[in-house]
């Protein structure tokens, strides 16, 4: 009920779309409410009996990274297993490239991207609620929501597009998960810096600026080792191929290449992780408001609203 307090005492910062009461508009609502908890005022009993994920929104990211994870690897497992893809360091996709673990592989990277939708959201309303009037955190906020939106598009794009059917969307959508995820690392790595020491430790900023440093290192050469290896020098049908040998030529440069791509991956799972000690910070809870008893065209009356945890409880 809404005149009842939920949960322990808790700073509350709530988003945009707070409530309010409107008497002449027949319609339902859904308001999220994001509220911020200090764990110090609990009881130390009702902490440790929580496991870590249970905390807040902290289940979020650590969902995206296994999930993602798990995709990776048991597509892989298939395309070893089936022989489609050469045992040492294929590309990502390649491992999604031939049924039936092209449909694995699209099944689970869509629901990926689902995940690191949600996990970039909750990261922006967060920051957003922690920092309502610092105009230049609120511009790069934005702008990293932006970015991270257009890396969960272009994760979809790849999972759905194989690069032996649809050679040009694939390779767009790769630009757009490793290219906007790259520069939405570097934006929170940025907001992280101008966060510290107020809202968190200098710690975080550090491991960011690291994962930052690894994921920069590894897309340059994953750039430029596949610049050479696909401007046409070693023929046109290396587009297509699935399988290679030490004496083909651009074998170096396809294995530098996709070294990088699991590099990269890894650097992106680093950074998501990090999120996990911020997001038990953070609870996501639904508000139906009604403005009538009934669907119909009637008169608004006033009736009773509810509060309820959409994802997670107030810890």
């Not at 449909?103 to 959201?121: E, H, K, Q, R, S």
């Not at 790069?140 to 979809?156: I, R």
């Not at 690392?185 to 992280?192: A, D, E, H």
């Amino acid at each position: 009920m809404p005149g009842k307090s939920h949960g322990p005492r808790s700073l509350r910062g709530y988003s945009p779309w707070s409530h309010k009461e409107s008497d002449t508009t027949e319609r339902l609502h859904f308001h999220f409410h994001f509220v911020f908890t200090r764990s110090s005022s609990l009881p130390w009993g009702d902490l440790f009996e929580m496991w870590w994920f249970q905390q807040g929104l902290s289940f979020l990211p650590s969902a995206l990274v296994i999930w993602t994870a798990a995709a990776f690897i048991f597509s892989y497992i298939t395309a070893i297993t089936l022989h489609h893809v050469d045992p040492v360091l294929p590309y990502i996709s390649d491992t999604g490239t031939v049924a039936p673990e092209k449909c694995l592989f699209g099944a689970m990277l869509n629901i990926a991207a689902v995940l690191c939708v949600a996990t970039i959201y909750v990261r922006y309303k967060q920051v957003h609620a922690l920092n309502p009037e610092e105009n230049r955190i609120i511009r790069l906020n934005k702008a990293g929501l932006v970015l991270g939106l257009l890396s969960c598009l272009g994760l979809s794009l790849v999972a759905n597009f194989q690069k032996t059917t649809f050679f040009a969307v694939h390779v767009c959508g790769a630009v757009l998960t490793f290219g906007m995820g790259s520069l939405y690392m570097f934006v929170q790595t940025i907001l992280s810096y101008q966060m510290q020491p107020k809202i968190h430790g200098k710690q975080v900023f550090w491991i960011r600026l690291l994962l930052v440093i690894w994921c920069g290192v590894s897309a340059f050469s994953m750039l430029t080792c596949s610049s050479l290896l696909y401007n046409g020098s070693f023929g046109a049908d290396i587009v297509q191929k699935l399988h290679w040998n030490p004496e083909d030529k651009g074998y170096v440069l396809h294995m530098i290449t996709t070294a990088a791509e699991w590099s990269m991956s890894l650097s992106f799972f680093g950074f998501f992780l990090t999120y996990i000690r911020d997001f038990q910070k953070i609870s996501l809870r639904v508000e139906a408001t009604l403005h009538g008893l009934t669907l119909y065209d009637t008169a608004p009356c006033p009736v009773n609203n509810e509060r309820t945890w959409l994802l997670s409880r107030d810890v």
